[in-house]
Nanobody, 115 residues
Framework: QVQLVESGGGLVQAGGSLRLSCAAS????????MGWYRHAPGKQRELVAL???????KYADSLKGRFTISGDVAKNTVYLQMNSLKPEDTAVYYC?????????WGKGTLVTVSS
């Protein structure tokens, strides 16, 4: 079993910042990538950013420059620094870990950006 626990979501005004954290526990040997996805109302879930051992980071093109992913896959932790938040960033943010090709998900943390 793999457990992913996110924290750091909440309500913020447009232009503000939030930092999300995720820690993986359980049978986490072999994690090759961790990342963040988001699911906004009426939209499909989309990749926000991911970090992988040996391959660096990847971002959704629309979020480059405002969001920064960091962490250590080897230590089973990942963070997402979100700056200059916009109302359209409102979504449930999910932590993801890929272990030997299988995806695991956290329960999500809600980020609400007010205008």
């Amino acid at each position: 079993q793999v457990q992913l626990v996110e924290s750091g979501g909440g309500l913020v005004q447009a232009g503000g910042s939030l930092r999300l954290s995720c820690a993986a526990s359980g049978s986490v040997s072999g994690i090759n990538a961790m990342g963040w996805y988001r699911h906004a109302p009426g939209k499909q879930r989309e990749l926000v950013a991911l970090i992988s051992s040996g391959l660096g980071t990847k971002y959704a093109d629309s979020l480059k420059g405002r969001f920064t992913i960091s962490g250590d896959v080897a230590k089973n932790t990942v963070y997402l620094q979100m700056n200059s938040l916009k109302p359209e960033d409102t979504a449930v943010y999910y932590c993801n870990a890929n272990i030997f090709g299988k995806d695991y998900w956290g329960k999500g943390t809600l980020v609400t950006v007010s205008s």
